[in-house]
């Protein structure tokens, strides 16, 4: 007997064999073959005849697979899965929930929208670090001259070149298209009544080609005129305002008290933020002998601060590097001290990147620290998104068990484990893209403003970069995955009757979302005792001695001796000044570097050359040996070290030690304790001291009577004022030499802290959301308690209970980690820090158990209020 | 009998131009076709689906599922939307400008 309703099942399920078709589109076709079959029985056909007759007319269903998934695959693009209308009621279905659970929805917002923020930051200051110096057109065909020097058994990098080195390589190689010199000098600038110290650069007048700098007024070739300055944009608007300049005279006062007028010919337009490489004023290279006496163009014991070239032909750079030989050669017989190993042309384009190994380079030397910070920041970043991915996963999961019913309910009416899991990512993919654009909102207008006037840069980043939607695309995709992937496939993972039986439950957390909320609780401890720990080291730094004595002292600095000896007048008849001191050098200001001989070997070594009664002054403490004597003639050859001296030459006994500098022999005669000439963020390094001659001069500290120090600073100001009217004034309190370098750590720990109130306030979040979801499972067990007597203490001990020992786990877990983390980071910033101590950790363990207690009272608080009468109606 | 390739390429404008006369579902579409072309027209009936479903996805037509009054199963309503209008106008447009280069071709004034 032919059985008509198998047939047609049978004949379904070859189209099942497909994956072409949909539960939709086997259902058209059930009803297809349905409708016809009827038809065709109307007609009079047996059941077998028009079962044979219809499908028949329906044809092959292979050709008829392969037709439909051409389809498809044709439709795979996003606007046309969002045009579908499975998406289109996700996203609407999803706008619905979350609206309709706006804790929940609070917190996965503004969790991620932190993380994204936090991303954005990290984007934009990459990008910075990524453009430095790349605005130059002829960045790949301009190379900077670098030589290769041996010290102690090491070779350095230096950027500065021998003076004739550059018209040398002018006059041997035509085929360069340009050279050009840069030489540095202090100088004072003076226009009517603005008078400031500035820098002055002494270039070729190739500059403005071989650099893109371009001019707002005036033209490069200007700069051929040696009577002709050429100022930055900041510079014009410090002295000239907005008014333009062009044919303005200023007066140049150079460090030999040379003076020479010069005409303003032309103004750079405003720099590109992301540079290192940059001039305040720019004179023609002759200049150079007006502001030095006796300079003599062939002298190769002299230096210059930067030769660059620049070729038209990528060629010609390896044609000159290996000629190099013949400078080399030139320059070693007139500088002993100075053997240079060979030369190498350092490309423009990747300068600031290898600048980090280079002494003295134009460019600078930050580099390697920034990226460092970059990737501080993008492990911090990662950190932060996975707070709020986790935020989001416990929500999720505990979410869920809201909905547990609708999702029986779909799985019932035909929807397969695949569209539950897309209809979860789809609604993750709304709150992703919220927070996104919560999140940039949040890093464009606040964090990084915030960050950059801190660090006092500009990225100059801007939404037109099309790599940063990329990115933060990239950032969202991926989020929305993590974050979402998990939760759906927990919730589609259940069997839809034992859902609508109750043997599905929530309430208490699985075991996973426990781990996850542990997880979370071990990040935000970690960044706790990070921010702890570096609010301890600034206080430490901040009275860490500085080895000498600061505060009692007052500096001035000048240019030349006359000026050096009319100031020291003045200042030897304050009443209040105790001791009066001078030097070439002087701590926190000025040293110089020199070469010292020992038999065969020679080691370069920080000099500073100072009057006798220096140390005693500025309150060094010589530990061994003798400080100098005043008006010793023998004191011309005695040397004082400090201690770092002594460990890097490995010496036990270093009184009576003999060195040569300069061709002077020199003895040791006393040792002073280590002190810092450098900010705590520098090691401290080997140091000498030898009398200086008094001609060399240029600085002058003295001690004034305790609580005088104010007063006499008022009255250093005046004197200089009444001496030298036309210079600006340049000395201080000795204490505020290192003023920036505070505000540098202190901002690190206020960085930190921010970060880690972040992170606390996330992880509350979290907290919040999951034991309010956990509450509100157990409304129905909370009201019966209530009922039978339970007050509210009770209750809150139970839902302590059953958190507070993942709390002690998650702080067992942290407690380690953080303690070597911290010491590992702080050994990698500071050369001097504090050690990872026991009460960061404790004061961290307290504040997350404090976190948890004031988010179960808020919630408790909510649960008192309620009548317990409604919370068993609820369920 | 109209050959294959004619026949594929006319469906998408007999499709829109019997919805464009009002909603209808898969069985009922063909049965119109079938009746128009008196059996001129060789249709294997299920191919019309996927076209159907093309079109869908292309946003020229949309759909439905209906439960009829007096019906014992739901249907899936196919309906025209504007943009399926327009294109039916197109293929009019285009059609007749066929016939009518044919006709000018065969019946020399």
Redesign the interface.
Known sequence: MFDLEKAIQEWLNQFKKHRAFDDGELREMDLHIRDHIDDLLAEGLSPEAAFKQAKDEFGEIKPLAIEEFSNHKRSTTILSLLKTSMYKNYIKTSVRRLLKHPLSTVINLLGLAIAIGVCVLVYSFGYWVDHVDQHHENKDNVFLTTAFINRNGETQQWGLSPRPLGEMLAQDFPQLRNVCRIQERNVVIKKEDLVFHEHLSFVDPSYLEVFTFPLKYGDKSLLNDPGNIILSRDMALKYFGNENPIGTDVLVIFDNGVKKSFTVAAVAEKFPEAIAIKFDFLVHYDNIETALDSYNAEDWSQSVKATLVSVDNLKTIEIVAESMDKYKDLQNRAMEDWQIESFRFEPLSTLYQNSSSINKTISSRYYDTNKMSHTILSILAVFMLALAAVNYINIAIAAAAKRLKEMALRKTIGASRSMIVSQHLAENLVTTGLSLLLGIVFGKFILVPWFESQNGYNSGFHFLDINLWFYLVGVMLFTALISGLYPALYIARFQAVNIFKGKVKFGRGSFITKVFLGFQLVLASILIVCAIMFTQNNSYLQNRSWGYEPDKILYARVDNYSMFERLKDKISQYANLKEITAGSDHIGIHYSTKVMHQQEKQYEMNVMAVKPNYLSTVGLEVIAGRDFIANSKADKNSLVVNQKFLEQMALTEALGQEYVMDSVNYTITGIVKDFHFHSFLSDIEPLVFIVGEEQDFRNIAFSVTKGTEMESYELLKNSWAELFPEIPFRGGLQSDVWGSYFSEISWHGQFWRIIAYLTIFMAALGLFGMISLNLSGRVREFSIKKILGANIQHIGITITGDYLWLFLIAIGISSPLSYYLVDFFFDLVYPYHISSNIMSLIISAFILVAVLWVVIAILLTQVHQRNPIHGLKEE | MISKNLTAASTKPIILGILKQGNS????I?KKVKELSGGNMKY????L??VL??LE?E?LISSMWVMEKDSV????YYEITELGKQALLKEQKEWSQVNDILHAIWNPA
């Open positions: 579902y898969g069985y009922l063909i294997s009936d299920g191919m689906y996927p479903h093309r996805k946003g199963r739901p249907r899936k």
